[in-house]
């Protein structure tokens, strides 16, 4: 079971990047998927979540209407696409997979069980 994000670099601010989660060894719809992300000196922070079980997603209030999250069933993958990037968006983001909740989809990293390795993301001119 593994689960890795790509698909981080450098961007200028006001550009667009997609970052990607795919999964080995399960399937990604059969989860809740969180996108996290952390920035030097700073917390962690849920940034967005999706679940299929119920279609729901949630977006962080930093990065509503500039984030989307979606899914791709037959490559087992999971996109974080950002527009209007901002230098306060630079971090490492991960992904994550839990079990499905009746509550829909949740950034709550205990019960989110499945990690991968992070990928940069720089916003900078």
Do not use: H
């Amino acid at each position: 079971v593994q689960l890795q994000a790509s698909g981080g670099g450098l961007v200028q601010p006001g550009g667009s990047l997609r970052v990607s989660c795919a999964a080995s060894g399960f399937r990604l719809d059969d989860y809740v998927i969180a996108w996290f992300r952390q920035a030097p000196g700073k917390a962690r922070e849920g940034v967005s979540c999706s679940s299929s079980r119920d279609d729901s997603t949630w977006l962080s209030d930093p990065v509503k209407g500039r984030f989307t999250i979606t899914r791709d069933g037959a490559k087992n993958t999971v996109y974080l696409q950002m527009n209007s990037l901002r230098p306060e968006d630079t971090a490492v983001y991960y992904c994550a997979a839990g079990k499905f909740s009746a509550y829909g989809c949740y950034v709550d990293v205990d019960y989110l069980n499945y990690w991968g390795k992070g990928t940069q993301v720089t916003v900078s001119s």
